[in-house]
């Protein structure tokens, strides 16, 4: 159906090491947005992607859009303490947004 | 430049109860939308109001219904309260509703967080 995947469900990294979240779609998607959500807090728009094999960065983060718009990719590189969150793929369908279930980064100091 | 805001942040109501909660959108948006976010889950579309009507509606019951102002602020109603509706309930706006179906982002409130009893 409309729904997107993520994986993996939860991440625990050590200070300093990388973290990569996929999202997958069954159909092609018009565009792909990340969201990040801090512990006890709300969803904040990160970016979107829009064309086939788009890649956009973010200081330490890497946005991927696949060739076939049907997966995205978020990398952090060198992860920090203030990356611990959720990271939510969410895709437009229907006339809404549609989030995944997240993947929950924890980062050990 | 205000973002946007919901009340009350905390609620706590018993089952059978009714409860109403408040979004004013961000500083020249138009169009809410409701979510509601179980623990561990991502949100979940419940509605969405532009021009005063309901434009789009996700996989909710009835009991579930909205308002949208002149302002542009919005309302939330759930009746006959169930545990199940317990969650966080995060509004978020943002400006066009054609923009929207193409996916433009959304900006959240800090959410009003839901406890049934």
């Known amino acids: 159906g409309q729904q997107v995947m993520q994986i993996p469900q939860y991440q625990h990294v050590q200070e300093g090491e990388d973290f990569t979240t996929y999202c997958n779609s069954s159909?092609?998607?018009?565009?792909i947005q990340w969201y990040k959500q801090r512990p006890g807090g709300h969803p904040v728009f990160l970016i979107q992607l829009v064309k086939s094999g788009e890649v956009k960065k973010q200081k330490r983060l890497t946005f991927q859009f696949g060739e076939a718009k049907k997966n995205s990719s978020l990398h952090i590189t060198a992860t920090q303490t203030t990356d611990v969150g959720t990271y939510f793929c969410a895709r437009p369908g229907g006339g809404k947004l549609i989030f995944g279930q997240g993947t929950e980064l924890s980062v050990k100091p | 430049d205000a973002g946007v805001t919901q009340s009350p942040t905390h609620l706590i109501k018993t089952r059978g109860q009714q409860v109403t909660l408040r979004c004013s959108p961000k500083?020249?948006?138009?169009?809410v939308s409701w979510y509601q976010q179980a623990l561990g889950q991502g949100p979940q579309f419940i509605f969405q109001y532009y021009e005063e009507e309901e434009r789009q509606r996700g996989n909710f019951p009835d009991r579930f219904s909205g308002h949208q102002f002149p302002n542009y602020s919005s309302e939330l109603n759930v009746n006959a309260l169930l545990l199940g509706d317990s969650a966080l309930y995060l509004c978020?706006?943002?400006?066009?509703?054609?923009?929207?179906?193409?996916?433009?982002?959304?900006?959240f409130g800090n959410g009003t967080r839901l406890t049934v009893t």
């Open positions: 500083s020249g948006h138009d169009t």
């Open positions: 159909t092609t998607l018009s565009n």
């Open positions: 978020a706006s943002s400006f066009g509703f054609k923009e929207f179906t193409s996916g433009s982002p959304l900006h």
